[in-house]
């Protein structure tokens, strides 16, 4: 192949890549996500956050908070980013918070559901023990490495919003429901997805679109790769068009609602409700299949709607807007990078590197694992899939379950969000635990598959792990020290 030809093929590697990504996951994961993170930043008095999720919390109490909080969240690692962020933002130690981010993605209750039943209960049930362990010892890490920061934040007053006073009921019930809007639209059960009713619409050349976007922009559906659809196509477009409304009406929010604020929701809630509907172009028309998905949508948002009017003062409406857009310029721009990029690196990688590098039990195999987490990022719960199609070229089931905790966790485009919102500093941290653990987490696994006793495994990870607790027992021993001159 030539040098024109490859950076043909790149390009439509990216481009496709981030059609794909727009057109299928930004809008019922992502959006609601960033709505979700403007409430929480918004609503929640700064106290709530204290409470359950600061630095001065009861570890037995924040720690396992977080963790079963994200067991809930079957949502990528994009989605879970804006969460993150507003949990962080809000107060939350920098410890919990990341149990959070790291659990939610990896271990969620439906992608561990998935990964039992289609590669083996023995390998979910050690992504749910290895993340568990892993997520919280990270936190913790993370915690002691950045207390000061941790200290300095909390001195910090958070003077905007809802910072002092009491959680209100119905805050919290806006807040749940937005939660259940997210889950609805990303859950992947048969009474969401089954279709109920029809209708079709009489454009003719839909099936010849279909066509020209599948030649335009080519997939492969045993790589991972999703392509894109006539709907997804006008999906995009209506993206586009909420962007332009959105900017319009959310950059000068506290100066009033106009126009184009009420335009920006009326577009949205009419692109979530064409998201929900399954399209097929057909050779008669466009079929529009209402599913299960379709109705659940429209009754959340619904609520939404009524609870925004009824439940919310004008101030509350405006600084949750203001919030949820504040996090779309930060998160939203680093997104688009990132999975384009990841598009673009994944057109390199040839699958028979995988059998080469990750076809047995050893560190460079469990680190080539995560490196293909990092840049082979797909959403959520497809990893398992792909784990599975791995599985049969080669790869060693120990560099698998290296891969499956860090697909979710790593990807390109989540540790450029994330070090916008914690720092570079702490972000490359972050990522440098989550690779060790998520190879040493396969080199456990893995040697338990090659035979090797689960006492003699246990023995070498209690003997790592205490000489880890004692390396940072003496770094925080030394930190309280400087701090206390």
Known sequence: MDISGLLVKLLQG???????????HVLLCLLPAFFIAGGMSALIPRESIMRFLGRKAPKYVSYPASALAGSLLAVCSCTIVPL??????????????ITFLFFAPAANILALAYTGVAIGADLAFARLFLSLTFGIGIGMIMALIFSKDDIARESIADDTFSQRGEMHSKRIIFLLVMVALLISGTLKLDFLTNAYTQMTLPIKGMDILQQTLNTLIPFDVTKGEEGVSAQGLFLILLLFLIALFAWRGFEKIHDGATFW?????????FTLL???????????????????????????????????????????????????????????????????????????????WIEFLAGKNTILGNLAGVVFGIFMYFPTLVEVPIAKMFLSLGMHRGPLLAYLMADPELSLQSILITAAIIGKKKAWVYVGWVALFSTLAGLIYGAWIDGVSIWLIVLYLVAMLTILVGALWLVNRRMNKTLAY
């Open 261 to 269: 604020t009420w335009g920006a929701f009326g577009i949205l809630i």
């Open 14 to 24: 990216g481009f496709g890549s981030l059609a794909s990504y727009l057109a299928a």
């Open 84 to 97: 993150f962020a507003g949990i962080y933002k809000k107060g939350a130690g920098i410890g919990p918070a």
């Open 274 to 352: 064409v998201a929900s509907t399954k399209m097929e172009p057909r050779a008669m028309g466009l079929a529009i299949l209402f599913t299960g998905r379709t109705f659940a949508v429209a009754l959340w948002l619904l609520i939404i709607v009524i609870m925004a009017k009824r439940t919310l003062s004008i101030e509350e409406r405006t600084d949750w807007i203001w919030e949820s857009w504040r996090f779309v310029k930060q998160i939203f721009p680093l997104l688009i990078v990132g999975v384009f990029a990841v598009g673009v690196i994944r057109q390199l990688i040839k699958p028979d």
